[in-house]
């Protein structure tokens, strides 16, 4: 199923991949990362691993967060816990989403997209529980203050940044970056369970980000290294399954 929200700025494009029947199911809401600007020979995407999902009994909730794909908007990780909160509106409300158990739906997110999900879980009690997938500490961590102005060149490289040069941008793109670090919040999120799944390899995001993490959350909480795991594990069967073995367990049983 092909969503928008559009009933407010940046228009969000999504889908949705269902049960042809029933209701009170389980809903995964996705969460993608920061582009790279690279593909991979194969990828089948997020619909892929919805695919995935629903071959557990999982449905799940997948959109373009803003200046990403087919929405607008320009990007930031505040922006992205904003459209997640609207994302949640939508898995919350009795529209086509309407037959989702709503006592079990979780937010599964990677790298940028997992550092959204736990932001927003920390002040939005609705989540049942958080997936957070090979996600940063904090952008300052790969991004320090005298890199912005790389880290910029990226997002419009990507084509996630496309305003025109303003004299206060780096300003303003740090100040979003300080103000949105997941290990100041992510003790919020308590009681919500919380995974943490982590390469041991990665060559993006350093393993001591999801440390800092696990140390700075509260119960319940679980750490699972992948090792050899890469930054990208979506496409790492074992990090899939390590988070669909928690997350059957957490919502099925917990």
């Not at 898995?91 to 990677?110: C, M, N």
């Amino acid at each position: 199923m092909e969503l928008q929200l559009k009933e407010e700025e940046p228009r969000l494009h999504g889908w949705a991949l269902l049960p042809s029947e029933g209701g009170d199911y389980p809903l995964v809401v996705l969460c993608h990362g920061i582009p790279g600007g690279e593909a991979v020979e194969g990828d089948p995407g997020y619909e892929g691993l919805a695919r995935e999902l629903a071959t557990h009994g999982f449905a799940s909730l997948f959109f373009n967060l803003r200046g990403t794909g087919f929405s607008g908007g320009e990007f930031s990780l505040g922006g992205w816990v904003e459209d997640l909160g609207r994302v949640l509106d939508l898995a919350f409300g009795d529209g086509p989403l309407g037959g989702a158990d709503k006592s079990r739906v979780a937010l599964w997110g990677y790298s940028g997209g997992g550092a959204a999900a736990i932001l927003r879980a920390s002040c939005d009690r609705r989540p049942a529980a958080v997936v957070s997938m090979a996600a940063p500490d904090g952008l300052d961590a790969l991004v320090p203050r005298d890199g912005v102005r790389e880290f910029i060149r990226h997002c419009r490289t990507v084509g996630i940044i496309t305003c025109a040069e303003r004299p206060d941008l780096e300003e303003r793109v740090w100040k979003d970056i300080i103000e949105n670090r997941p290990v100041d919040r992510v003790h919020a999120l308590s009681p919500t369970p919380l995974l943490i799944v982590h390469g041991t390899e990665d060559e993006t995001v350093p393993k001591a980000c999801a440390e800092r993490l696990f140390l700075a959350a509260e119960e319940p909480k679980k750490l699972v290294l992948v090792e050899r795991g890469r930054h990208r594990l979506r496409l790492n069967p074992t990090a899939t399954a390590a988070a669909l073995s928690w997350l059957r367990s957490t919502l099925f049983t917990g």
